[in-house]
């Protein structure tokens, strides 16, 4: 680093940064964003407290939100002021007529793998999302937290690419490298840039600068790319370790969702209190999270939501041995 860089930089983000993370979701996102219009953010969170702030400095104090989703995320737009507005979601992602129905101004999308299900928006849903932003001036945050990780194929691009006037793009390298790094990037539609720019100067006046150009190196080097192949290679191993112990203690239990990301979703009959299933396996030592805590109106079919990435194969065998036995304390009808 040179002495000018250790003084205030740009609250937006180090430029050098900006331009390699231009590049980056350009070729790997097919994103279309130019390196002045990415605000370096503390992680998506920041990302979202940001667009929280100016949406509701334009008046828009409710976001349409997936039905299910992350349960971590709609605590902290509440928690920003912001009323979210649940829209459901079904094998093809975010119901789109549902989210026209709802009159809200703006909607976040997980449309590369959704939170939780797992599901990926699909081609008619895509334009049709597009087309009701164009047609209402209505804003798509689109969360793309987890789209370096898909096993089967390669992942759709982002919609940002599609609509960059209308998508609000929000990712990290939480899943790529650790949360605990708090690194992520934003990019908006030009009308939104002085607005965030300036909510992003008051937070903070820029985040820590030496991570974002140890960052930039690792791009630019080439080692984010060898990272993310490797990890995708343990993460693809880890996600089949699960899937066969679910089909061996678990049968006949489905797994909803793609070959993508760090978590899947198993899901439940009828019936059962996934709550309760998951506060028993808590107390047997497993993290795991109940589908009816991730939706917002309640209802809808129980499930379980499972994250592999921190766990080697046999652990995760052992886990659903574990999880196996919970269940069938709760469900011995099974
Ligand atoms: C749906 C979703 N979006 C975004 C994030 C990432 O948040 P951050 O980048 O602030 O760590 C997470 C983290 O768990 C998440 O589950």
Known sequence: MRDGELDYGTPTGAGRLRVELAGYLGRVRA???????????????????????ALRDAGAS?????????YGLRGHMEGHHVRLVPVPVDADGLDVAALDRAGVPAVIVTPAHQFPTGVV???????????WARRTGGLIIEDDYDAEFRYD?????CVQGLAPDAVAYIGSVSKALAPALRLGWLAVPDKWRAAVAARKEWADLGGPVLEQLA???????????????????????????LVAALRRHLPGLRISGVAAGLHLVVELPAGVDDEALAERALAAGLGLLPLSRMRLAGGGPPGLVLGYAANPPGELESAVQTLASSYGAIHPAR
Do not use: K, M, N
Request: hydrophobic share 45%.
């Open 31 to 53: 994103a279309r964003v130019d390196a002045s219009g990415i605000v370096v953010t503390t992680g998506a969170a920041q990302g979202f407290a940001l667009l929280a702030g």
């Open 153 to 157: 194929r390669d992942p759709v691009g």
């Open 121 to 131: 928006l699909a081609p008619a849903r895509r334009a049709a999302l597009v087309e």
């Open 62 to 70: 409710t976001v349409g939100f997936e039905e299910p989703g992350s």
């Open 215 to 241: 960052f930039a190196e690792l791009l630019a080097s080439g080692g984010y790319d060898r990272h993310l192949r490797r990890a995708r290679l343990e993460h693809r191993r880890r996600r089949d370790a």
